[in-house]
């Protein structure tokens, strides 16, 4: 998100009467009066758009992405496409460009926008009216092969498996995320606001019977001006290169925090360290987008996989200190994989730069969650990486991994499975591990092999896709305690998932009929991500200042440029602790001063300390606070390449976000260009008359303002 304000204006929701030329005269007026009735002018020239979500510009290594407009916004004449043979009308024959278009959701795909796109000089911009229901075909605005040039499979790796020559993960991509538009696109929701948009248009521009529409013609203006171009490196350097008081910066690189915990607690003070003992780490991915800033719901791209994650950690909370295991488990969520991994790559960097508490020499293996949310014939598919396994060694501990997968699935009703042997990891973080080093690792997917996901990294990948849908009537307090099917199965997952770790770590066989994920937790999960996370049970894990910031909206996974952790890491870090973490009797200010008590000056090395509001009890406003102590912690999401200034890196990622001052939109009458004239014609008439008038007026004011001189001899 950027820094800059971001301002939203409110639709005025009464009827215009869109015809009339009354605010002429209400202008003029206001010109002489200059008063209160100025403001009721605006109002009835303007009509002002209310959540619009624009497109934003991009930067990496070599280029930008995205769209803009104009400093002063761009203004073009509403046409509605109803029809892909309409677009003519836009592109050549209509008679009052530019146009400002606005398309129905199944007209937004890459032949139209790239027709717009190159005819922009008769385009002034694009608005998406976001639909209630996802399009059935399946619309993917990201690329067929994501993250093909930072992942381990290159031309040096193995070259017949890089570029995704072997397999194409996303068949549905359509590249539209990484195009460069220069005239802004927004996404408008399809509700009452639309309908007064649509009706301007009825009245003012659609042509009848083959004629032209007569003026006055609907227009609208749209603001959305970015202030970094060209490329990272050239955005950077503009950053560095202002010397005043308070610099303007005109992009921020993309970055958060990843979110980890430990099954036993490590000594954070320690950066490094070689123990006696290896870690298992269990990964998944928190991030999103699409093709819109602020729209990233990735319920199945991110959501389905840390929320098996989070079902399987807490299902592993009573066996880890009741029978802990010989390993430890590192629950690692990782934020900014969509643009070039992020967040696995500063990880795996401050492993090799001893900035981490664990070393990579200490990484027995990897277990990541990916893409878990539409399990087709109850199938979990097991990638590995085939060029890794040729070294019989890692081969025979992936066969491990895989058979410990195998054994915790008895009884589950999903059956476990690998994809042929020749095929590579799909996009996932493990590939950032294998960059450092050969270790043993498995993908956890829900598809063989081109993804299961027909929307992935689009506003369409929401909970309507993942059908986490409730009966009708029922209360939002009642959504929350309702076990949807979605949540039952990814319960199964995450129970398997559980069981599979302890094992792997070393965990007793007789422990795992113990194990089991809770599908009450995971639908409330499913419920507080995708549908609203201002619910009673998110409300009560979270610090009443992350408590006001909860909407009843579904969260943003986007990854920002935020100083701050993000809403989405805020909430995995809260919900883990209190899913691992234990409860401690001791008073708010010795859980915010990080300790037990005060002998203990050591235990915030250790664990860390939060306090959270608690629920309140019946007939009461005041909730019951309480401390909860956990082995979570956040560490630095941060692209290498900015620590280095490498913004030219091909290893790390180089993505910035521009900012930008002022998104808004608004809605009004235009005149036709001779009457335009005509009022220029006229105001320049008048002046002209008033700079001749006051001539005269100030030549003969001797005259005009004399008075008559009393006579020197006058008595009295």
């Not at 699935?409 to 996932?428: D, I, M, N």
């Not at 099917?485 to 066989?509: H, P």
Request: a negative charge; aromatic letters at 10%.
């Amino acid at each position: 998100m950027s820094t800059l304000p971001v301002v939203f204006f409110a639709f005025q929701t009464r009827k215009m009467d869109l015809r009339s030329n009354k605010w002429i005269i209400n202008f003029i007026v206001c010109l002489f009066f200059m008063g209160a009735s100025c403001s009721s002018v605006e109002k009835k020239i303007y009509v002002h758009l209310n959540y619009t979500i624009p497109c934003v510009r991009l930067l990496n290594a070599t280029h930008q992405i995205g769209c803009q407009s104009s400093l002063s916004g761009d203004v073009g004449v509403l046409h509605v496409l109803e029809s892909e043979e309409n677009l003519d009308w836009v592109l050549r024959s209509g008679p009052n460009p530019p146009y400002m278009v606005i398309l129905e959701s199944w007209l937004f795909n890459r032949p139209v926008m790239i027709k717009l796109k190159e005819s922009s000089r008769r385009v002034a911009g694009v608005v998406v009216v976001a639909p209630s229901t996802n399009p059935a075909e399946g619309f993917s605005p990201h690329t067929k092969c994501p993250n093909e040039n930072t992942g381990v499979y290159s031309e040096s790796y193995d070259p017949v498996l890089a570029h995704c020559n072997e397999t194409v993960w996303n068949p549905l991509g359509n590249g539209l995320s990484y195009e460069e538009f220069d005239f802004p696109i927004f996404s408008l929701k399809d509700d009452n606001d639309t309908q007064i948009i649509r009706q301007c248009y009825m009245e003012h521009n659609r042509a009848a019977n083959g004629s032209s529409p007569r003026y006055p013609l609907c227009a609208m203006q749209l603001y959305s001006h970015m202030s970094a171009v060209t490329d990272t490196a050239t955005c950077m350097r503009r950053n560095d290169i202002n010397f005043s008081i308070s610099p303007e910066m005109v992009c921020d690189p993309l970055g958060d925090y990843n979110v980890w915990a430990s099954t036993r607690p490590l000594n954070t003070t320690t950066k490094g360290h070689k123990m006696w003992e290896k870690v298992v780490i269990a990964a998944a991915r928190l991030d999103s987008r699409s093709f819109f800033f602020d729209i990233a719901p990735g319920a199945e791209s991110a959501a389905s996989g840390f929320i098996t994650l989070l079902g399987a950690a807490h299902a592993l909370r009573n066996a880890t200190q009741e029978a802990p295991p010989n390993r430890t488990i590192l629950y690692t969520f990782f934020q900014g994989e969509t643009f070039d991994y992020i967040g696995s790559s500063r990880l795996v960097y401050d492993m090799e730069n001893n900035e981490f508490v664990v070393d990579l020499d200490n990484v027995d293996s990897v277990l990541e969650v990916g893409q878990v949310g539409r399990l087709n014939n109850s199938r979990i598919w097991l990638h590995s990486d085939p060029v890794s396994r040729r070294n019989s060694s890692i081969d025979d501990e992936v066969n491990k991994l895989v058979n410990n997968l195998r054994s915790a699935s008895a009884g589950s009703g999903f059956s476990v499975e690998e994809p042929g042997v020749s095929q590579p990891l799909p996009p996932s973080s493990f590939q950032r591990f294998l960059r450092a080093r050969q270790i043993p690792g498995v993908v956890i997917e829900d598809h063989q092999s081109a993804f299961a996901n027909r929307y992935y990294e689009s506003m369409f990948d929401n909970a309507e896709y993942l059908n986490v849908s409730y009966p009708p009537n029922l209360t939002p307090e009642e959504q929350l305690e309702f076990v949807t099917d979605t949540a039952k199965a990814l319960t199964e997952v995450a129970t398997i998932v559980a069981r599979a770790l302890y094992i792997q770590a070393g965990g007793a066989d007789t422990q795992l009929r113990n194990i089991n994920a809770d599908p009450q937790i995971v639908s409330q999960m499913l419920y507080g991500f995708l549908v609203r996370s201002n619910n009673s049970w998110f409300q009560q894990l979270v610090p009443a200042d992350l408590a006001s910031h909860l909407t009843d909206r579904p969260t943003n996974f986007y990854v920002g440029v935020t100083q701050q952790p993000s809403e989405p890491t805020s909430l995995v870090q809260y919900l883990l602790a209190n899913l691992t973490g234990s409860t401690m009797n001791i008073t708010q200010d010795d859980c915010q001063n990080q300790r037990e008590n005060e002998s203990d000056k050591d235990s915030k090395h250790l664990y860390n300390y939060r306090w959270v509001q608690g629920a309140a009890p019946p007939n009461s406003t005041n909730r019951q606070g309480y401390c909860v102590r956990s082995t979570v912690h956040l560490s630095k999401a941060l692209s290498p390449a900015f620590d280095l200034r490498e913004y030219t890196s091909k290893d790390y990622s180089t993505w910035t976000e521009s900012r930008w001052k002022t998104i808004k939109g608004r809605v009004f009458l235009v005149a036709s260009h001779e009457l335009e004239m005509l009022t220029l014609g006229v105001g320049v008439g008048v002046l002209l008359t008033s700079l001749l008038l006051t001539y005269i007026i100030s030549s003969k004011a001797d005259i005009l303002f004399s008075s008559g001189r009393e006579p020197t001899n006058a008595t009295y």
